[in-house]
Structure formats: C-alpha cells, structure tokens
C-alpha cells in the first residue's frame, strides 16, 4: 500500500501564497492528513503554512465552494464528511456528465486527435502507477477531465470543474487502498475504445458502467 507523503502542510515559498495553501490544503484533505471531521484551527493552519490568516480565509472560501470543507456549528469550518450516500450522488452526476461528453467525441467526424489524447492519458496513467498517491489520483481524474474539455463545451467543463473538489473526496472515501485499486489504466480504456469505433451508445454506457461500478467498490454496496 502506497503511503500519502509524510507532510503537505509545511511551510510556504512567498510567490503566490494563495494558490500554494489551496494546493497543500486540497492535497491534505484528499489524501486523508486532514481528515474527515477536522476542525480547521486559522492559527493552527496559519503557522504551518507560515502564511497570513487572510491569505488563509482566502483559500478556506475557495475550498468551501468546491465542497471540501463545510461550516457547522458557530460557523466552524471542518473537513466535510461524506457519507455512502453522497458517494453515489456524486458518481450519479459524474455518470451524466462525463457519459455526455464521450457520446459528444463519440460523434465527432474526426475523433484520432481526441482517441489520442486520450489514450496519452491512459498512458501517463500507466507512467504513474508506480508513483506516490497524489501523482496517481492527479492522474486519474487528468483522464476523466480530458473527457470533459475535449468536448469543447466550456458549459460541460465548468460543470464538472465546480464537483472537482467532491470528486476528490469520493475517490478517497473508502481509503488509500481501494483508491489505488480502482485506478487501473485497463479500466478507462474500453470508454477510448467506443469513442474509437464512434459508438456513441456504448461510449456512454461505458462511463456509466464505469462509475456505477466505482461508486459500488468504494461504498461496499
């Protein structure tokens, strides 16, 4: 079992401090440092970050918008905790959104610079499953965003983008381990292989088999 990296929350390069602490912070929270249920302490945070608390706030509301941290009691921010029922939610609208874009390349006239950017993706996919968790999660959902922009349709990309932060919570629901197992290469390539032949149907059935059978893996049901 691949170990997440010791620490992502260590101190901060001044340059762009805003876009680093979202990075560290999404990569904790993803990868289980910071993990489900954690009150977010700004002090706390703020030291080891060694960045301002208002530089702080400032990538906390962003995390808030993609979903991976909430607000309780008082105002409280926490890690948010998701539940069986969240993961399937989540891979339901994944299964819509990604099942229309491969039935959109599917359709193209000229689908072999898609069918290849694709498959390059499969192949970094490949390249990293011998890497540390955050490389192979990045690339992962690389495959299932190239799904999406290949498309050309900024309103279907967008959609995706703004679950991004869920989707990263979901992938991790269930532990390093079934995580790492559900990131094989081989299962990707039967939806670059409907996309090829332009089955516009099988394309999409091959996504939402794909996250149905994702969705079960991680949730045990």
């Not at 208002?54 to 009691?73: D, H, K, N, P, V």
């Not at 993961?87 to 069918?115: K, P």
């Not at 390059?120 to 999406?148: K, P, V």
Request: include cysteine; hydrophobic fraction near 40%.
């Amino acid at each position: 079992m691949t170990a997440p990296p010791a620490s992502l929350l260590g101190g901060l390069a001044r340059s762009n401090l805003r876009e680093q602490a979202l990075t560290a912070l999404r990569r904790a929270i993803t990868t289980g440092e910071l993990a489900p249920g954690t009150h977010l302490v700004e002090t706390e945070l703020s030291d080891k970050l060694q960045i301002s608390r208002g530089t702080l706030r400032e990538a906390m509301r962003q995390l808030q918008q993609e979903g991976l941290i909430s607000a309780g009691a008082r105002g409280r921010l926490a890690v948010r905790h998701l539940g069986a029922s969240d993961v399937r939610d989540i891979f339901q609208v994944r299964a819509a959104l990604e099942g229309l874009a491969a039935r959109m390349l599917s359709e193209q006239d000229n689908r072999d610079a898609v069918v290849q950017k694709l498959e390059d993706a499969i192949q970094r996919m490949e390249d990293s499953s011998g890497g540390d968790l955050d490389e192979r999660i990045e690339a992962d959902l690389d495959f299932h965003q190239a799904l999406c922009f290949l498309t050309g349709n900024p309103t279907l990309l967008h959609s995706w983008k703004s679950l991004e932060g869920s989707i990263r919570m979901s992938v991790m629901y269930a532990g390093v381990e079934r995580a790492l197992s559900n990131m094989s290469p081989h299962r990707h390539a039967g939806i670059v292989e409907a996309i090829k032949t332009g089955d516009s149907a099988g394309a999409t059935r091959a996504v939402e088999e794909h996250m149905l059978d994702t969705a079960q893996f991680l949730t045990g049901s």
